[in-house]
């Protein structure tokens, strides 16, 4: 099993609409998470933490589940400017044990 | 200006050359990363440096090494390059002291070996 998965997409979704993208990850002793944002040919950008209780940032609602061990990302009124790859990171301790994820490519149609 | 800047952007060489690619920042982060992505495989950590005097293999280090010249200056080299290591190259800074381990991604070096 990978220590991060994420569905690659393409996710497919008019403008105005909901997505939500999940990620899994294996090691229960994972103790932080992110969200990076990558346009095409571009570098990673953070979009957001995630936090235990959950979090939110305008249209951007992240939240983790320890149990299940999965983070979601959930992005409300999709614009066109949100089309691009989401990659899950997670790390499980130092700093080489951050790993990202392959990314969710998410596509909003006009 | 960038704050994290990469040379070259792009760049094709042959098999069996020498070649490094260069990073440098003017975030003042003391922790910086080399990474390169391939298509479905994600962004694999190559070497970390946490400061001048400390130099971390990452994952897949085998075929590559750096040096790191400055605070400011991390450089990744490929000995003998060869095909496999055709990829896009990411260097990455951090402060753990301002944030929450957020990296911060040059824009990228697009390495072709024919």
């Known amino acids: 099993r990978k220590e991060v998965e994420q569905d690659p997409g393409p996710f497919n979704v008019p403008e105005g609409a909901t997505v939500a993208f999940n990620c899994t990850y294996s090691n229960s002793a994972s103790q932080s998470f992110f969200w990076y944002r990558q346009d095409c040919r571009k570098e990673p950008k953070l979009l957001m933490s995630?936090?235990?209780s959950g979090n939110e940032d305008g249209r951007f609602t992240a939240q983790l589940n320890r149990a299940s061990q999965y983070i979601s990302l959930l992005i409300r009124d999709s614009k066109l400017s949100d089309s691009a790859t989401y990659l899950c990171?997670?790390?499980?301790?130092?700093?080489?044990?951050?790993?990202f994820g392959t990314g969710t490519k998410l596509q909003v149609i006009p | 200006d960038a704050d994290v800047t990469q040379t070259p952007r792009n760049r094709i060489t042959k098999t069996g050359k020498r070649i490094m690619l260069e990073c440098s920042q003017t975030k003042g982060h003391d922790r910086m990363y080399w990474y390169r992505q391939d298509p479905g495989l994600g962004l694999r950590l190559i070497y970390y440096s946490f400061d001048v005097k400390d130099i971390n293999k990452g994952e897949i280090s085998d075929g590559y090494s750096v040096s790191r010249q400055a605070q400011a200056k991390f450089s990744l080299s490929l000995e003998s390059a060869i095909p496999n290591q055709t990829a896009l190259y990411f260097c990455a800074t951090s402060d753990p002291r301002t944030s929450d381990y957020e990296q911060y991604f040059g824009p990228g070096t697009r390495l072709t070996v024919t």
């Open positions: 995630v936090y235990s």
């Open positions: 990171v997670v790390r499980s301790g130092g700093y080489q044990k951050v790993t």
